[in-house]
Nanobody
């Protein structure tokens, strides 16, 4: 069973930075699509950023372009989300998700596996 464990969330002031991590285990990792999602109370879940672990394809939501960077360490089976210039509207629970090949990226993809989430709170 695929396991995804997120960490790195916390509370920061607007303009600050956080780096989220998602450690994957119990599957091959390479060749999968990985994506970060977020969901704030009372709002729909939003795809934030994604990448294809076997290549260079990436996806970013317009709301985070230029501020967030997704990356990975294949050897460690770890996905990262570097979040800079954080805004109060970035406050949400952030989830890591994985989908086996053949797979795609973006908000319309139904990812198969999900982590438990890590909370990000940005104060003004």
């Amino acid at each position: 069973q695929v396991q995804l464990v997120e960490s790195g969330g916390g509370s920061v002031q607007a303009g600050g930075s956080l780096r989220l991590s998602c450690v994957a285990s119990r599957y091959t990792y390479s060749g999968y699509c990985m994506e970060w999602f977020r969901q704030a109370p009372g709002k729909e879940r939003e795809a934030v950023a994604g990448l294809y672990t076997g290549g260079r394809s990436t996806y970013y939501a317009d709301s985070v372009k230029g501020r967030f960077t997704i990356s990975q360490d294949n050897a460690k089976k770890t996905l990262y989300l570097q979040m800079n210039s954080l805004k109060p509207e970035d406050t949400a629970m952030y989830y890591c998700a994985a989908d086996p090949p053949p797979c795609g990226l973006g908000p319309q993809v139904d990812f198969a596996y999900w982590g438990q989430g890590t909370q990000v709170t940005v104060s003004s």
